[in-house]
């Protein structure tokens, strides 16, 4: 079923987070309803308007980084391409930004 996919541990990792995150935040959210404030993002918004923003920059970060691989290879002159987790960890920080300040 899911053959089409590459499961590999930093994808099941991403997506093992993404689901914890909601998991925590839909709690979160039934105990303490959540309440519009002004961040840096340039909106009025809720904790599940900055958790979706930071869901999508964050699978953009892993978008990129996927497609620049071989260019950092060749800039960097590295023998190997650089390891899925430095995306994994710097989108898991921008959601963290955007959950917390935006």
Do not use: H
């Not at 499961?7 to 935040?25: E, K, S």
């Amino acid at each position: 079923m899911f053959d089409w996919m590459a499961w590999t541990t930093p994808v099941a990792v991403f997506f093992t987070c993404i689901v914890l995150l909601l998991v925590a935040l839909t709690v979160w959210q039934i105990r303490s309803p959540s309440l519009t404030r002004k961040g840096f993002l340039p909106i009025e918004t809720t904790r599940g308007d900055r958790i979706f923003i930071g869901l999508l920059g964050a699978a953009y970060i892993n978008l990129v980084f996927v497609g620049i691989n071989g260019k950092l290879m060749e800039w960097f002159r590295l023998e190997q391409e650089p390891s899925v987790w430095i995306s994994f960890v710097i989108s898991m920080l921008f959601v963290l930004l955007v959950l917390r300040r935006g």
